[in-house]
């Protein structure tokens, strides 16, 4: 359940990353280091969820900001480790909240584990994230992160998101994925620099990268949870919209027909499960995703500017070609 | 579900907290600040949990650990909530985890608004007594709250906790109190003695008292699910042991006939029920709940020795007089 796609080679982490690529590993250690615990339930719970494979991407953004200044990797792994524990302790409740059986073609920890299990694998995670946060010894680091628990908890609106008017329905539905998704990419891309000691003049610019590489990370998501094939999702495509979520593109698809359209009728009650997958078919034929990548596009190109304010170098390199890499990724 | 027995009048907190007494609202408030919420089903269940009632011991100890310093409630106060939120969302989750659809004559969180609602609403807890912890700006706090989490979800050992030799059996359930209950206990008084820059002096002898006199709390707590009748707990006596979880009076009553008993039996599964039942009604019974009691004074006396490092006065007597309470209490 751990939101990760296929297990990521090491020559295409290192393609990705670039000059942190390789202490990435680090973390990964201390991840799986969580699962040497006593019970051997929690144990084989903790290496199923935290084990291999996965991206790593929020911990590989603190590493690079960690760049930015003093590169101390004894302050700047439990960071990056803190971010991927919340990360994942947040998909594995999300899922005993949403009752998803899969995730990604994995089934889900609340499947596999029932609730019980889940709702303290997820206890076990945060408390560690925690803990680890304080390890860096940093009081504005940790201030961030517990206002980011604050704000992934209530979902709650961030601000300077957006310079661009969208609907309401969209407005809503964008506060939502920075609340969920968005701010605790901004966290690592901030914290990683505050760690690290990087100046001020990096740190800010960090942050509102990290928020709007994050908002266009969740709209990629919800577009390929259209668009990719059952075998690259594992799962069958719109299965978010079947499971009742509406993202962007089914806002778009409502948009042009509000008064009456499958969506609505489902929701109504009408027929649902067939409106809802009339309401796939049509979306994943129509120009609605092209319409959506144009927001993400919007916001990746939001969080490309961010990067003019940090010195030129193999760094801003690679933060700038994540946002490549965040638009054009299949799974 | 909060743990909360009936409403405590005004009268008797002040009896029960003295100097401190008159503070105790402004945590009530801030608690009460948080269901101020946009969602109306988020706000009714943080009313739910949060409101009225509740002896709130926890945050009083904070207070009045803090009167042994710098009394600065700015401070002080969302340290003293920040234990109370950890305090509820804890028992939230656990009874997502017990399934438990009482506890102390309310229906709990996970009865009335189901396991997902249940997980969110302690998730919502979890981040927002993070938060407030980090309001103290206090790094040595933080961490030690930190740490007091992971204990709390590994359920593990909690170190110097007694000179006593206890039986294996009995050593594990001391374990397991001790994280579940005694380790937060410690954190409240370390806690408010630290964020008051109390003496170095006053801040161990703190720290052991809160985690002693938590041990006998726990411990009182499990005789009185035997003894209290089933008005004064509103649920049925021995609701602990018929629900399957063993506390220190049934591993008495095992160890009087380890080879054979009925609670050996219903857990090798037979008849279950009346087997249980059988042995709540010994145990009630018998001087096995006498016997407990003594284990509970043992803690609760190393709770009073900790305070002759204090000085003489009202905060020193009203701990001392809290170490009366918990053992006499009868709900």
Known sequence: MTGQTAPTSASDLADLYGPVAGDLPQVEGMLLGLAKVEFPWLRRMLEATLGGGGKRMRPAIVLLAGRLGDYDLERLVPMATSVELLHTATLIHDDVIDAAPERRGRPTAAALFNNASSVMLGDYMFA???????????IRVI???????????N?????DMSAYEYSEDVQRYLDRIAGKTASLFATAAEGGAIVAGAPETAVEPMRRYG??????FQ?????????????????PSG??????????????????SPEDNPVKRAFEGTRRTANLQKAVKEIRTSD??????ITA???????RQQLAALPAGDVRQTLDSLVDYVLERRS
């Open 297 to 303: 596009r919007r916001f990746a190109e939001s969080a």
């Open 288 to 293: 609605l995703l092209d319409e959506s990548m």
């Open 219 to 235: 709209i990629v998501d919800d577009i390929l949870d259209f668009s990719a094939t059952s075998e690259e999702l594992g799962k």
């Open 155 to 159: 979902g709650e609106l961030v601000q």
């Open 211 to 216: 928020l709007q590489l994050g908002m266009a």
């Open 143 to 153: 201030r961030n992160f517990a206002e980011t628990l604050r704000v992934m908890a």
């Open 239 to 256: 299965s978010d919209l079947l499971a009742g979520t509406v993202t962007l593109p089914t806002l778009l698809y409502m948009a042009r």
């Open 128 to 138: 560690h994230a925690a803990e680890f946060v304080a390890r860096t010894g940093n």
